[in-house]
């Protein structure tokens, strides 16, 4: 008997570990698409959980996490025939395999739909659908053009709500064939035509119908086109769950031609309701603007240059007398002022006069240029000196100096 730990074993974890990695490993397990029947359909936050079978009754564990359920194209429900695309995994811990899908695809529409999301993709890619491309659509139009099927119902619906809400705009119709295996080419051509013309707002318009129907508006050549447009453009295609290429491409995407006329016209009356109230408030300012001016005039027609004017001259006669006083009086003052200066220095001018010292017993001795001799160093022998007395004067000749 062999003993229990002599043989060789491993966990059925490592065991589940194994089959998981052999069959996502496996190349024929990548990249399927299984077509089936969806049952058991059951949502949750992290994803929904659901059974694929077939008319054999065989059945296929799915899971769709939520990441990949946000970009489905539909919302599947239980009885619906698809086409799933992903991959083979397994859950370790149950030992269960599980087809995790990263498509769903409406069985019959598989091949166009993914061709339409590729296409979709590439697009996108080369910055076609670019937020930063869109251009505003003129508010004020003077010209508008639209691309619809001939005497459509589209057609009819646009030309009166364009009318009705803004009858000053040009409408400029551009029939093409919307639907079928030329409309493309025919829509192209339309678009060619109006470019053109001298329009604000372009345009392009179809009612609901099936993606088979609506088909023509996914066509690479015409997305392009429309991208390419030097005219502002808006599609108004099928109704708000129908969705088409060119409606990324627009610069406004609306759901009807209703919305469409809505978005590229102003309202008549609503504007006729701005324009009469901005008059209101004209005129309101205007009366205010008046009264306030009326106001100020008043207040200066009271002042008394305008009741009186001479009293403004008057005012200024009156300060030129006062100034006149004032510049007399200063002048009388300055006069005496200076009158009694010169008083001053006329007493000190004869109080140093020699005549007058020479009155009180003094003499005063001058050579012959009449220059005073202060110094016997200024005289010599045998000049002649005239020395002047209070009643008459003294020649004499030097004989003799001394110190």
């Not at 694929?52 to 619906?80: N, Q, R, T």
């Amino acid at each position: 008997m062999i003993a229990p730990n002599a043989i060789p074993f491993i966990s059925v974890t490592i065991l589940n570990t194994l089959i998981k990695h052999k069959l996502e490993e496996e190349d024929d397990l990548r990249n399927l698409a299984v077509k089936g029947e969806i049952s058991n359909w059951k949502r949750y936050r992290s994803g929904v959980f659901f059974d694929l079978k077939d008319e054999k009754g065989s059945i296929v564990p799915c899971v769709l996490w939520s990441d990949s359920y946000l970009y489905l194209p539909f919302e599947p429900k239980d009885g619906d025939e698809v086409i799933a695309y992903g991959n083979i995994t397994v859950y370790v811990p149950r030992g269960r395999y599980t087809f995790q899908v990263s498509q769903l695809i409406p069985f019959g529409q598989g091949a166009a739909l993914l061709a339409l999301e590729a296409l979709k993709k590439k697009l996108a890619a080369e910055g076609l659908f670019d937020e930063k491309r869109k251009r505003p659509i003129p508010r004020f139009p003077d010209a508008i053009g639209i691309i619809v099927g001939k005497n459509s119902a589209a057609e009819a619906d646009l030309i009166r709500n364009l009318t009705r809400r803004w009858p000053l705009t040009d409408i400029y119709v551009f029939p093409a064939q919307v639907q079928g295996n030329d409309a493309p080419k025919s829509i192209i051509a339309a678009l060619k035509t109006a470019e053109t013309y001298p329009l604000d707002t372009l345009i392009i318009a179809r009612g609901g119908g099936s993606n088979e129907d609506l088909s023509a508006f996914n066509d690479e050549s015409l997305v392009r086109a429309v991208a390419m447009c030097p005219i502002p453009t808006i599609s108004a295609v099928g109704h708000e769950i129908d969705t088409t290429l060119i409606d990324y491409v627009s610069d406004l995407r609306v759901s009807t031609p209703t919305g469409a006329a809505e978005a590229a016209t102003p309202e008549q009356n609503e504007i006729r309701r701005q324009l009469l109230d901005l008059e209101a408030r004209l005129e309101n300012a205007i009366e205010t603007d008046f009264a306030t001016a009326k106001q100020k005039v008043e207040i200066l027609a009271n002042r008394p240059f305008f009741t009186n004017p001479a009293s403004l001259y008057q005012n200024a006669i009156r300060d030129t007398e006062n100034l006149e006083e004032r510049l007399i009086l200063a002048e009388s003052h300055r006069f005496a002022l200076t009158q009694k200066q010169l008083e001053g220095y006329e007493a000190r001018l004869k109080s140093a006069n020699p005549e007058n010292v020479i009155k009180r017993g003094y003499s005063v001795t001058l050579d012959e240029e009449g220059n005073p001799i202060t110094s016997t160093k200024k005289t010599r022998v045998g000049q002649r000196l005239n020395t002047k007395l209070k009643d008459g004067i003294i020649v004499s000749i030097v004989t003799e100096g001394k110190n």
